[in-house]
T-cell receptor, first 113, second 115 residues
Framework: KNQVEQSPQSLIILEGKNCTLQCNYTVSPFSNLRWYKQDTGRGPVSLTIMTFSENTKSNGRYTATLDADTKQSSLHITASQLSDSASYICVVRDGGSQGNLIFGKGTKLSVKP | EPEVTQTPSHQVTQMGQEVILRCVPISNHLYFYWYRQILGQKVEFLVS????????KSEIFDDQFSVERPDGSNFTLKIRSTKLEDSAMYFCASSEGRGRYNEQFFGPGTRLTVL
């Protein structure tokens, strides 16, 4: 069954610190993987997209990695800011004809001053 | 910057009542989607819509649900007879194309509370 699992479920860090969020997936065939940021009460917003051949992609202070062999991805946030407080959702698109999005449950990040 | 909008932001209804959730997708997008997120759970796919018909629907999207594009701008989700378990956040999304790299842009969601 196609699944996306994320860890940790929640995380509290101090402003300025770095953190890394994890995503494991069992989606097959695989098309691509996106990390989304979801602010409370808002819809998800895409941060990065990674395809099978990409290992690392950065978007400002966000750096995503992908290991297609082990089916793992991570999102590293550098020099966290209070505005980074949100849920971060790993979403894998399957490679089938419909290209469905399979969502992880998200990691709730709280950045404290 | 163009964005997906949804109304209302919060809807409270009695069990058994009909509700219509409204969405205005990004204007040049051709593919439309509804998702739901029960509190504390994952976002789940409900239905996709293209060229005035349903492209795909999930097991959740049973006969109680319907979607419509009544005019050139709105995209609606109707729940005919709401149940307590329909309480969730409902997200509308749209995309320019259906290709694997086409990003789906999500609206802010409608929180549906069924009493």
């Amino acid at each position: 069954k196609n699944q996306v699992e994320q860890s940790p479920q929640s995380l509290i860090i101090l402003e300025g610190k770095n953190c890394t969020l994890q995503c494991n997936y069992t989606v097959s065939p695989f098309s691509n993987l996106r990390w989304y940021k979801q602010d409370t009460g808002r819809g998800p917003v895409s941060l990065t997209i990674m395809t099978f051949s990409e290992n690392t992609k950065s978007n400002g202070r966000y750096t995503a990695t992908l290991d297609a062999d082990t089916k793992q991805s991570s999102l590293h946030i550098t020099a966290s800011q209070l505005s980074d407080s949100a849920s971060y959702i790993c979403v894998v698109r399957d490679g089938g004809s419909q290209g469905n999005l399979i969502f992880g449950k998200g990691t709730k990040l709280s950045v404290k001053p | 910057e163009p964005e997906v909008t949804q109304t209302p932001s919060h809807q409270v209804t009695q069990m058994g009542q009909e509700v219509i959730l409204r969405c205005v997708p990004i204007s040049n997008h051709l593919y439309f989607y509804w998702y739901r997120q029960i509190l504390g759970q994952k976002v789940e796919f409900l239905v996709s819509f293209y060229n005035n018909e349903i492209s795909e629907k999930s097991e959740i999207f049973d006969d109680q649900f319907s979607v419509e594009r009544p005019d050139g701008s709105n995209f609606t989700l109707k729940i005919r007879s709401t149940k307590l378990e329909d309480s969730a956040m409902y997200f509308c999304a749209s995309s320019e194309g259906r290709g694997r790299y086409n990003e789906q842009f999500f609206g802010p969601g409608t929180r549906l509370t069924v009493l």
